[in-house]
T-cell receptor, first 115, second 116 residues
């Protein structure tokens, strides 16, 4: 099973709302990732969790707050977003954060619209 | 500098034609890994293949084949007898051993449209 699940599939939120994106994998992977993807662009790395600890934050604004409650779950808490934050948010996982050899498996994404 | 270049932004082919998607990479690492992903309109990136820098054998999987040439730093992807279901954006990606598993360098993607 190489499935990464994400909820919700679509989310519309106002600039004053607080919402959360959820990601789950049951492959025993120890690295989990959040990416942001704008239309016609490649995914941009936001955060990396390695063994449930935040290992990389690519200078993401604090209105995005990641959380890894356990090895299977990854959340992205959203607060006071801007319209330019509208994008597809992708979660991914890979087997071992220490090794470049492993492919990343992606979830279907959450299409976020900020109004 | 762009580590992965996909010079073809958009390609259109008629169904049953063969099509090759180009990928050129740049790295100083001697150990690295190359990947291809497919992103259909639904949005999910689907892993297609991984190749390590020490294995230059070409790979064939059904209608898909990959040609890896270290001499030209290229990892090209060919779809034989294309089908409408092949319509998607295809991304080539690079990871470097010294960086561990934390950094994928994606190319800008090639949008393939297969016309019935």
């Amino acid at each position: 099973d190489t499935e990464v699940t994400q909820t919700p599939k679509h989310l519309v939120m106002g600039m004053t709302n607080k919402k959360s994106l959820k990601c789950e994998q049951h492959m025993g992977h120890r690295a989990m990732y959040w990416y942001k993807q704008k239309a016609k662009k490649p995914p941009e790395l936001m955060f990396v969790y390695s063994y449930e600890k935040l290992s990389i934050n690519e200078s993401v604004p604090s209105r995005f707050s990641p959380e890894c409650p356990n090895s299977s779950l990854l959340n992205l808490h959203l607060h006071a977003l801007q319209p330019e934050d509208s994008a597809l948010y992708l979660c991914a996982s890979s087997q071992d954060p220490a090794l470049a050899a492993y492919e990343q498996y992606f979830g279907p994404g959450t299409r976020l619209t900020v109004t | 500098a762009q580590k992965v270049t996909q010079a073809q932004t958009e390609i259109s082919v008629v169904e049953k034609e063969d099509v090759t998607l180009d990928c050129v990479y740049e790295t100083r690492d001697t150990t690295y890994y190359l990947f291809w992903y497919k992103q259909p309109p639904s949005g999910e990136l689907v892993f297609l293949i991984r190749r390590n820098s020490f294995d230059e054998q070409n790979e064939i999987s059904g209608r898909y084949s990959w040609n890896f040439q270290k001499s030209t730093s290229s990892f090209n992807f060919t779809i034989t007898a294309s089908q409408v279901v092949d319509s998607a954006v295809y991304f080539c990606a690079l990871s470097e051993a010294y960086r561990g598993g934390n950094q994928f360098y994606f190319g800008t993607g090639t949008s393939l449209t297969v016309i019935p």
